[in-house]
């Protein structure tokens, strides 16, 4: 990316960016969410698979936050307030994981190997 891209995309550059971020990271807080919880598994195999390189705990907590945020979203209602200021919205847990797997991914393309996982259609 090019690094005028990298500065318009850089909140602490760049006032908008930092609007943007800021609404987004109210909108998580109302459902207890973080921005990793976003990514969807079905959609991407690397989110998948990154997942289920991850510890369990991690995982587990992943999946009670969704639930929760469906519950509220359902009820029509947000978290409490004391709750909405404990939240971390843009705390990765995933990140790292994900590079890895792409990293991986992009290697064993370089090598000609076969792909680890291959999209079906049942």
């Given at each position: 990316?090019?690094?005028?891209?990298?500065?318009?995309?850089?909140?602490?550059k760049n006032w908008f960016?930092?609007?943007?971020?800021?609404?987004?990271?109210?909108?998580?807080?109302?459902?207890?969410?973080?921005?990793?919880?976003?990514?969807?598994?079905?959609?991407?195999?690397?989110?998948?698979?990154?997942?289920?390189?991850?510890?369990?705990?991690?995982?587990?907590?992943?999946?009670?936050?969704?639930?929760?945020?469906?519950?509220?979203?359902?009820?029509?209602?947000?978290?409490?307030?004391?709750?909405?200021?404990?939240?971390?919205?843009?705390?990765?847990?995933?990140?790292?994981?994900?590079?890895?797997?792409?990293?991986?991914?992009?290697?064993?393309?370089?090598?000609?190997?076969l792909p680890l996982y291959?999209?079906?259609?049942?």
């Amino acid at each position: 990316m090019s690094s005028f891209l990298q500065s318009l995309l850089d909140p602490k550059k760049n006032w908008f960016a930092a609007q943007h971020m800021k609404s987004i990271s109210k909108r998580l807080r109302h459902y207890g969410l973080r921005y990793d919880d976003l990514y969807d598994p079905y959609y991407d195999l690397d989110v998948k698979e990154a997942l289920n390189r991850l510890p369990r705990e991690i995982v587990d907590a992943r999946n009670q936050r969704l639930k929760r945020a469906m519950d509220l979203s359902m009820k029509h209602e947000y978290l409490p307030e004391n709750l909405q200021a404990m939240q971390t919205p843009f705390r990765s847990y995933l990140q790292e994981m994900l590079a890895l797997v792409k990293k991986e991914k992009e290697e064993r393309e370089a090598l000609g190997a076969l792909p680890l996982y291959q999209r079906t259609i049942p």
